[in-house]
């Protein structure tokens, strides 16, 4: 989207630019960050300050993280409602390894490789059972958050290392690592989908599936790959999750599934398939994050926070329809 | 007459209970273009997917330069040097003109794109076809007119080095001058030795180009002919109702059933 704009610059008068409703849609999710940040800044003194933004991008990391498994599924006209899901599973499954006494990164290991199976799961009754992404995932959502509390037995597992302590406290210059590790994933992901054969094959399964098998290209792996993606990616989540709570809870985190869904909407990804971006959705997580954290900020009650995540996203969709 | 590079023996297909091609035999010879006529629903799609292994056969065998083959998918397909051109199956409207005319056999290493040396190669190929109207090789597709696609469509089916390329209506959305355009591709690339088939139903363009006409009547194989031992109205015959004189289906009637 910023190419499309990057291009018309030459030509168009700023004035016309703003007159252009495509302008705001193209820039939806960039124009509400800044907009958020403005209005928070200048409604609460601590809201931009060095703590507050860390924080906020530490918060921020783990839905990234997730946005980006979201938007690769999404780019192949598919939809992943059990992310969060699977993220506590793998979550579930790395604490009691840990608890078991294994070592914690061979327990972190496990974990992300048990998310990447509920992945593959999904992915294969998606490609090979021909069953609607839809109603796969939404099985998943049930079956993972399921497997996690018979596995825990319904209890959180106390976490406390020191590898997953210096994950969420340490840091590289002001870069938490929780930063580092989003910062590492979303450029893979976006060499991955832009400059990479598997990229192009993506973003043709997800715009024309049929074209796409006719040229020679094995949609249903396609299909299987991203799923493994974002399986995968939720299992990186839950390694995040457990260093920032210091536990593995088996609570089911719907809040996260939703927002990583709102998170690639606002960052211009449409639902139908066939159109990928990485840098769009991240903005659209530091939008949610930033979002709920001024809100909390200015003392208003949590019970506003999702009706105003609701309210953006809506919003944003709107605008979306004038997307060029 | 030059050899057959592709050969189509006893070829049979059905969708469930529909029998869309019955013991379809058909031709191809190399440095020729032959002409598949036929009615709406005649079966000639059907006959080219099942060639480019879109569908599987349910029987009768296939010969490439003399030797059988088994054709599993579109990419054993690819791999024998068979290009197609599909009626239906358009491009992809997301992607730009570059990425779908090298859609699956990308160039690069260790999955990293070359861009640069896709975007050289397509370039090139559609100066060959003469296409001056579009302005960048990584314009989307979406962006671009019917008859700009088609020719997109066209310059990926020759861009490769092929053997045997298969036009399925490749004319049907083109204005004059670039319907004049694909009619001299198809004469250059049958002079250039490869075989072509050619889909129309715009009899001025078969007699012009074809050397040969294979026309499919209710999925049957009616006849196949040199063009020159054929005219207009009997070629038009055999399309309307299988049989043309002693040509054709010996009891149409009874391939209609
Ligand atoms: N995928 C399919 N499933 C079921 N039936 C099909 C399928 N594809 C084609 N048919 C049927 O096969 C018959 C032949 O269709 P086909 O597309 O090959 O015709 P055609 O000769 O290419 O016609 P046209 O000139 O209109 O393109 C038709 O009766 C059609 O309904
Ligand atoms: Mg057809």
Same mark, same amino acid.
């Given at each position: 989207?910023?190419e499309?704009?990057?291009?018309g610059a030459d030509?168009?008068?700023?004035?016309?630019?703003?007159?252009?409703?495509?302008?705001?849609?193209?820039?939806?999710?960039?124009?509400?960050?800044?907009?958020?940040v403005?209005?928070?800044?200048?409604a609460?003194?601590?809201?931009?300050?060095?703590?507050?933004i860390q924080?906020?991008?530490?918060?921020?990391?783990?839905? @990234?993280?997730?946005?980006?498994?979201?938007?690769?599924?999404?780019?192949?006209?598919?939809?992943d409602?059990?992310?969060?899901?699977?993220?506590?599973?793998?979550?579930v499954?790395?604490?009691?390894?840990?608890?078991?006494?294994?070592?914690?990164?061979?327990?972190?290991?496990?974990?992300?490789?048990?998310?990447?199976?509920?992945?593959?799961?999904?992915?294969?009754?998606?490609?090979?059972? +021909?069953?609607?992404?839809?109603?796969?995932?939404?099985?998943?959502?049930?079956?993972?958050?399921?497997?996690?509390? @018979?596995?825990?037995?319904?209890?959180?597992?106390?976490?406390?290392?020191?590898?997953?302590?210096?994950?969420?406290?340490?840091?590289?210059?002001p870069?938490?690592?929780? @930063?580092?590790?989003?910062?590492?994933?979303?450029?893979?992901?976006?060499?991955?989908?832009?400059?990479?054969?598997?990229?192009?094959?993506?973003?043709?399964?997800?715009?024309?599936?049929?074209?796409? +098998?006719?040229?020679?290209?094995?949609?249903?792996?396609?299909?299987?790959?991203?799923?493994?993606?974002?399986?995968?990616?939720?299992?990186?989540?839950?390694?995040?999750?457990?260093?920032?709570?210091?536990?593995?809870?088996?609570?089911?985190?719907?809040?996260?599934?939703?927002?990583?869904?709102?998170?690639?909407?606002?960052?211009?990804v449409?639902?139908?398939?066939?159109?990928?971006?990485?840098?769009?959705?991240?903005?659209?997580?530091?939008?949610l994050?930033?979002?709920?954290?001024?809100?909390?900020?200015?003392? @208003?009650?949590?019970?506003?926070?999702?009706?105003?995540?609701?309210?953006?996203?809506?919003?944003?969709?709107?605008?979306?329809?004038?997307?060029? | 007459?030059?050899?057959?590079?592709?050969?189509?023996? *006893?070829?049979?297909?059905?969708?469930?209970?529909?029998?869309?091609?019955?013991?379809?035999?058909?031709?191809?010879?190399?440095?020729?273009?032959?002409?598949?006529?036929?009615?709406? *629903?005649?079966?000639?799609?059907?006959?080219?997917? %099942?060639?480019?292994?879109?569908?599987?056969t349910?029987?009768?065998?296939?010969?490439?330069? *003399?030797?059988?083959?088994?054709?599993?998918?579109?990419?054993?397909?690819?791999?024998? *040097?068979?290009?197609?051109?599909?009626?239906?199956?358009?491009l %992809?409207?997301?992607?730009?003109?570059v990425?779908?005319?090298?859609?699956?056999?990308?160039?690069?290493?260790?999955?990293?794109?070359?861009?640069a040396?896709?975007?050289?190669?397509?370039?090139?190929?559609?100066?060959?076809?003469s296409?001056?109207?579009?302005?960048?090789?990584?314009?989307?597709?979406?962006?671009?007119s019917?008859?700009?696609?088609?020719?997109?469509?066209?310059?990926?089916?020759?861009?490769?080095?092929?053997?045997?390329?298969?036009?399925?209506?490749?004319?049907?959305?083109l204005?004059?001058?670039?319907?004049?355009?694909?009619?001299?591709?198809?004469?250059?690339?049958?002079?250039?030795?490869?075989?072509?088939?050619?889909?129309?139903?715009?009899?001025?363009?078969?007699?012009?180009?074809?050397?040969r006409?294979?026309?499919?009547?209710?999925?049957?194989?009616?006849?196949?002919?040199?063009?020159?031992?054929?005219?207009?109205?009997?070629?038009?015959?055999?399309?309307?109702?299988?049989?043309?004189?002693?040509?054709?289906?010996?009891?149409?009637?009874?391939?209609?059933?």
């Open positions: 989207m910023a499309a704009v990057a291009v030509r168009e008068s700023l004035g016309g630019r703003l007159r252009d409703i495509g302008f705001w849609a193209d820039w939806a999710a960039v124009i509400g960050l800044v907009a958020l403005i209005v928070f800044g200048l609460s003194p601590s809201f931009l300050t060095l703590g507050n924080a906020m991008l530490v918060s921020a990391a783990i839905l @990234i993280v997730l946005a980006v498994g979201q938007t690769f599924v999404i780019a192949t006209s598919g939809i409602l059990s992310i969060a899901s699977i993220m506590t599973f793998g979550a499954v790395l604490g009691l390894l840990y608890a078991a006494g294994w070592p914690i990164l061979l327990a972190c290991l496990v974990g992300v490789v048990a998310a990447g199976l509920a992945g593959v799961i999904n992915g294969t009754l998606v490609a090979k059972g +021909r069953i609607p992404d839809f109603v796969v995932t939404l099985g998943m959502f049930s079956a993972a958050s399921g497997a996690a509390l @018979i596995l825990s037995d319904g209890k959180p597992t106390q976490v406390v290392d020191g590898f997953l302590l210096a994950l969420a406290s340490g840091s590289v210059g870069f938490g690592y929780f @930063i580092v590790v989003a910062a590492v994933v979303v450029v893979v992901a976006h060499v991955a989908l832009f400059h990479t054969r598997f990229g192009v094959h993506v973003l043709a399964t997800g715009g024309n599936a049929e074209g796409a +098998r006719a040229m020679g290209i094995r949609t249903g792996r396609v299909r299987l790959a991203v799923y493994l993606i974002s399986g995968v990616l939720a299992g990186v989540g839950a390694i995040l999750l457990v260093s920032r709570v210091g536990a593995a809870e088996p609570a089911i985190n719907t809040t996260y599934l939703l927002n990583a869904i709102a998170a690639v909407v606002l960052g211009g449409s639902l139908q398939g066939g159109r990928g971006n990485i840098l769009g959705p991240v903005v659209g997580a530091l939008l994050t930033a979002l709920t954290n001024g809100l909390t900020l200015l003392g @208003i009650s949590q019970y506003y926070q999702p009706l105003a995540v609701g309210v953006v996203v809506v919003m944003a969709a709107l605008l979306m329809r004038y997307q060029r | 007459m030059s050899e057959p590079i592709l050969e189509l023996r *006893g070829i049979n297909k059905s969708f469930g209970a529909v029998h869309v091609l019955h013991d379809v035999d058909f031709t191809v010879r190399a440095g020729e273009v032959t002409a598949l006529v036929g009615d709406n *629903g005649a079966g000639k799609s059907t006959l080219v997917k %099942c060639i480019a292994g879109i569908h599987p349910d029987s009768g065998e296939v010969l490439f330069d *003399g030797r059988q083959v088994s054709i599993h998918g579109p990419k054993d397909a690819a791999d024998l *040097g068979i290009e197609v051109v599909y009626q239906d199956l358009a %992809c409207d997301n992607l730009d003109i990425q779908n005319m090298f859609l699956g056999r990308e160039r690069g290493k260790a999955g990293v794109l070359d861009e040396d896709m975007e050289q190669a397509a370039r090139r190929t559609l100066a060959s076809l296409v001056r109207t579009v302005k960048s090789v990584r314009t989307p597709v979406a962006a671009l019917g008859g700009q696609r088609q020719t997109v469509a066209i310059a990926k089916a020759v861009l490769w080095d092929s053997k045997v390329v298969l036009l399925d209506e490749p004319t049907a959305a204005g004059v001058a670039q319907t004049r355009q694909v009619l001299d591709l198809v004469r250059r690339l049958a002079e250039q030795g490869l075989g072509v088939v050619l889909i129309s139903h715009n009899m001025n363009d078969v007699f012009e180009v074809a050397d006409i294979a026309c499919l009547y209710l999925g049957r194989m009616a006849a196949e002919l040199p063009t020159k031992d054929v005219s207009h109205s009997q070629v038009v015959e055999l399309i309307t109702a299988g049989r043309s004189g002693d040509l054709g289906i010996a009891r149409p009637d009874m391939a209609a059933v």
